[in-house]
Each structure stands twice: as C-alpha cells, then as structure tokens.
C-alpha cells in the first residue's frame, strides 16, 4: 500500500486502513449504527438519550480527574509520613496472609496435613520397630552367627599379624593396655 492512497485524518473512519481497491468506497459508521439504534426511538428521545450519554461521559472524565486528584494527594501524605509503597505492600501482604490463616479452608487443610503428618510419624516409627526386631531376630540367627565367626576368625588372622609386627602403632591411651582416664575434658 502507498502512502498516497492512505487517509492520514486521524478524526477520519478510514485511518489509513483502506487498500488501494477500497479507496472509491464511502465510509460513513455514523449513519449505519444510527439506523440501527435509533429505531423506534422518536427524534426527541434520540436527543434526550444524546444529552444524557453527553453528560455522562463528562461526569467520568470529571470522575477521573478527582481520583488523579486524590492519588496525587495520598502520594503526598504517604511521602510525608514517610510510609514506601514497599511497607504498603508489606503491610497489605501481612494482612493478607492473617486473613489466609484465619479462613476455614485453611484451618481444615493444617488440620488435615497436621493428621496425616501424624499417621506417618506413627507408621514410620512402627516400621523402625519392626526393622529393629528383624535385625536383632537375624542377628541372633545361627546363618548370622556362623558368618561373624567367620568375619572374626578373618579379622584374627589380618590384625594378628599386625600386631605381632615390629611397627605397631601406639595405644590411644599411650600406655600399652591401660583404659582412657575417667576425667578426659570432653
């Protein structure tokens, strides 16, 4: 599309979208959506409901001048008292999360989550016992006892042979066999 066959009027329907074929075509969305909405409507209650919409587009651009008005003012006094938009924010998040914790939805959902952490607590502790006594019962098994008199006799035999050498390592205690002092610092 060239830029000679666009209608740069911005008050113009056409704005510029028009294609070049389009440009003998008449555009009035005036008068169509006239006829359409003022049918039945006599030419004095037209005017009417025109006054009435005239006067109530004013009163909202007049409405948002005032709230402009009053935000420009509350940015003041929020500046002079020295409060941020941050600790606005802050405080609304505050009172927000309070009216979270406080709602019935919340209350059933912690109680909820507070039974079920419960159950499993209680479930998991059952399963240790029962773990715990398998162990001790396996550890008492005599295929058990047989495999750590196997492991000690092994053990025998590698640290025998160690200590029976001629670098042996010192005693914790540095006095051969004799126990750790009841009175160690820590």
């Not at 059952?126 to 006594?133: E, H, K, L, P």
Request: charged share 25%; net charge negative.
């Amino acid at each position: 599309m060239d830029s000679a066959g666009q209608d740069i009027n911005l008050n113009s329907p056409n704005k510029g979208l028009l294609s070049d074929s389009m440009t003998d075509v008449p555009v009035d969305t005036g008068v169509a959506a006239r006829t359409l909405a003022v049918e039945g409507l006599t030419e004095a209650e037209e005017e009417e409901l025109r006054a009435e919409l005239t006067k109530v587009e004013e009163e909202i651009v007049t409405l948002r001048q005032v709230l402009a008005a009053k935000e420009r003012h509350c940015g003041e006094l929020k500046r002079r008292l020295g409060l941020s938009a941050l600790g606005g924010l802050k405080q609304n998040l505050s009172r927000s999360w309070h009216d979270v914790q406080v709602s019935n939805a919340y209350k059933k959902t912690q109680e909820t989550l507070s039974q079920a952490g419960q159950k499993t607590s209680a479930a998991l502790s059952t399963v240790g016992s029962a773990i715990s006594r398998k162990l001790g019962d396996m550890r008492n098994s005599a295929t058990f006892k047989s495999f750590e008199d196997r492991v000690g006799t092994i053990k025998s035999k590698v640290v025998g042979d160690r200590e029976n050498s001629s670098d042996n390592l010192p005693s914790p205690a540095g006095n051969g066999d004799q126990p750790l002092s009841d009175h160690a610092p820590f």
